[in-house]
């Protein structure tokens, strides 16, 4: 089972806030999270391992929540070069599954 | 070097044709994924391999067989391909466990005429 995303799509102003969450109904070992721009590969982010742990380089930093099997990640002061499609993937014993994606749009 | 090389980058075919995906890791890692990704951007996962054993298979068709040579390659068979099957196709590495960032190649854009 994928994991949940919300929201869906986002669209901001250059300088605005956003916050992505994902969850899941499974124990996870982990959550990774990507980006993808048009036409290309997802790129990864960054990696939480464990229950409590917070991450971040330049604007962009996610949080762990083990117990509550939820992770979130935070744009601050979102730039141009944001925009993409944003996925959670989460470890867990059937593998590394990524949730349907946060549409993020930055606009000048 | 590239980390992940899939082959080819595009694949125009028809329907009920026979087609294979190539996909090489120069990382050393020990798994190796197959997804598949819509219209709608959703990055499906479909196949998991770890040491050259099939760890996960989600519900994919039977038409569709990974096949690992060697721990550096998970190849993609298609068989008796369907207009549904069109789609981009990704490959990935990741060390055991997902403890470590996944890589994934630059996909392959499957057509279906």
């Known amino acids: 089972q994928q994991p949940v995303q919300s929201p869906q799509a986002v669209i901001l102003r250059e300088g605005e806030d956003a916050v992505i969450n994902c969850s899941s109904s499974?124990?996870?070992?982990?959550v990774h999270w990507y980006r993808q721009k048009h036409g290309e590969a997802p790129v990864f982010l960054m990696i939480?391992?464990?229950?409590?742990e917070q991450k971040g380089h330049d604007k962009i930093s996610a949080s762990f929540n083990e117990k509550k099997q939820q992770s979130s990640l935070y744009l601050t002061a979102s730039q141009l070069s944001y925009s993409g499609t944003y996925f959670c993937?989460?470890?867990?014993?059937?593998?590394?599954?990524f949730g349907k994606g946060t549409h993020l749009i930055i606009q000048p | 070097d590239t980390a992940v090389s899939q082959t080819p980058k595009y694949l125009v075919t028809q329907m009920g044709n026979d087609k294979s995906i190539k996909c090489e890791q120069n990382?050393?890692?020990?798994?190796m994924y197959w997804y598949k990704q819509d219209s709608k951007k959703f990055l499906k996962i479909m196949f998991s391999?770890?040491?050259?054993?099939?760890?996960i298979n989600e519900t994919v068709p039977n038409r569709f067989s990974p096949k690992s040579p060697d721990k550096a390659h998970l190849n993609l068979h298609i068989n008796s391909l369907e207009l549904g099957d069109s789609a981009v196709y990704f490959c990935?590495?990741?060390?055991?466990?997902?403890?470590?960032?996944?890589?994934f190649g630059q996909g392959t854009r499957l057509t279906v005429v």
């Open positions: 993937g989460t470890d867990s014993a059937d593998g590394l599954t």
């Open positions: 939480l391992l464990k229950g409590g």
């Open positions: 499974k124990a996870l070992y982990s």
């Open positions: 990382l050393g890692h020990d798994t």
């Open positions: 391999y770890n040491n050259k054993e099939l760890i």
């Open positions: 990935a590495s990741s060390q055991v466990g997902g403890q470590g960032k996944a890589f």
